[in-house]
């Protein structure tokens, strides 16, 4: 579990985060939505460590990174597997060595097992075979496989996912989208995924946070989305015709 | 005020770069990598550039040999003197600065801006140690080899230009390169080398690695980092020079 615990942040005297409070839940797909600049990547980053809080804590199962010394959040940071926006793969390296590289660098494997453990993560992305490719090879949907696979390489207990469905058409953001509750599922892990896609909040979101003008603004679960009058939320999450006769449907169908 | 900034920043980052690798292994790995990128890609460049500059040194003394009480072998000393001094540490360390400078910075820069580097910092790597100390020790490594191979071909350039020109007998180049020979001048020029070296590739880590924004910002962080590189060496080598010549 991940416990963000009264988090300001601000650049350059501008505030970007008000006070904000959560619990990301362990084996769940834990979603921060909201418009674009509204401070979610933001939160992410902070929680990640790329950004340094103003106050406030930030706990990885009571562990509190905000006051850790540089070596003590690299331990942390070593059992977080991240998936970048932009995938954020190394583009010198294979497939393969993409995956193998977070195994050379913090664990004793010999090279057998690390291929094993290379296959099996290939393999639990269904990629099975595309070893020796190199990243700009792939597809931009193969590519996000191949940073899930890296992120899940060292079993990591904390996943985050930044805008896992950018750039992709919506049957491959099906299937991201279904294999990050599969593996989060599969792994115990705290999965915590940045995202836009609202076919995310109604498939995966199991915990929502929706931050608006920094703050946090509601959170729930994607059942309570649908039912929520939340003003700010019904003009985000049900901005189109289509989204709003869905959730029509979708309330008629719980009546 | 931004100069003190920068420098405040630069030394910050050298105190993360000199850290202990996580893997030796990774590291060693890496530093044969960096010493092909750095060093051995640069022999082509050093060799011919060497060559010619060494022949055209010693053509334009020949030409200016008017005094018939200046010995014959003037010509070979002032091509020795010249290229162990200046020409091979100072002017070829110039030209690595915009070879290799270049192409650090945009490395690095590039990985900035594709998030490559916060993938590393994400995973718990010290990027700065993983990234920068390999090609800064391969440039303190390979560099003094490039000067030495840059003085032999310099010095092998003026001797075919004057054969060519047939200005001179070997005989006499000879002696000239051997007169007045202090071998205090390779130590200087070599310790210089390994100040430039240090300097082209930390400077140049530097500005690629902090860069922010996109392609155009990495082209502009690639052109710093060989600007100022460059003003660093100048500087260096007034500052060695005052220090382990004259004092």
Known sequence: ?255 | MKLLQNIGKYTLMLTMVFTKPKKWKIFFSRLINELDNIGISSLPIVGLMSTFIGGVIALQTASNMSNPLLPKYTVGYITQSSTILEFSPTIISLILAGKVGSNVASEIGTMRVTEQIDALEIMGVNSLNHLVLPKVMAAILFFPILIIFSMALSMLGGWMSLMISDLTTTETYVLGLRAFFNPFHITYALTKTVVFGFLIVSISSFYGYYVKGGSINVGLSSTQAVVSSSIAILIANFILTQLLLLS
């Open chain 1, 1 to 255: 579990m991940i416990e963000v615990k009264h988090v300001n942040k601000s650049f350059n005297g501008q505030q970007v985060l008000f006070d904000i409070n959560h619990q990301f839940e362990k084996g769940k797909v834990n979603l921060i939505i909201g418009q674009s600049g509204q401070g979610k990547s933001v939160l992410a980053k902070c929680m990640v460590g790329l950004y340094e809080v103003d106050d406030g804590q930030i706990l990885f199962d009571d562990r509190d990174f905000t006051q850790m010394e540089h070596f003590d959040r690299s331990k942390i940071r070593e059992e977080i597997g991240m998936l970048f926006q932009g995938v954020a793969l190394f583009d010198s390296l294979t497939v393969e060595e993409n995956i193998m590289f977070p195994l050379t660098m913090f664990t004793n494997m010999t090279k057998g097992e690390m291929q094993k453990r290379v296959d099996f993560c290939l393999d639990r992305v269904n990629l099975s075979g595309r070893n020796k490719l190199f990243p700009a090879e792939c597809s931009g949907g193969m590519q996000k496989r191949i940073g899930i696979a890296r992120a899940i390489s060292m079993n990591p207990k904390y996943l985050f996912c930044d805008e896992p469905n950018s750039g992709l058409d919506p049957k491959t953001s099906i299937v991201i989208d279904g294999l990050i509750k599969d593996i989060t599922a599969e792994f115990d892990m705290t999965t915590i995924v940045i995202t836009h896609d609202m076919n995310s909040v109604i498939e995966i979101g199991q915990n929502i946070l929706f931050i608006h003008q920094g703050k946090k603004w509601w959170s729930g679960d994607k059942d309570s989305i649908i039912t929520t009058d939340n003003p700010e939320i019904l003009s985000f999450v049900f901005a189109s015709e289509f989204m709003k006769e869905i959730r029509s449907i979708m309330q008629e169908k719980r009546t």
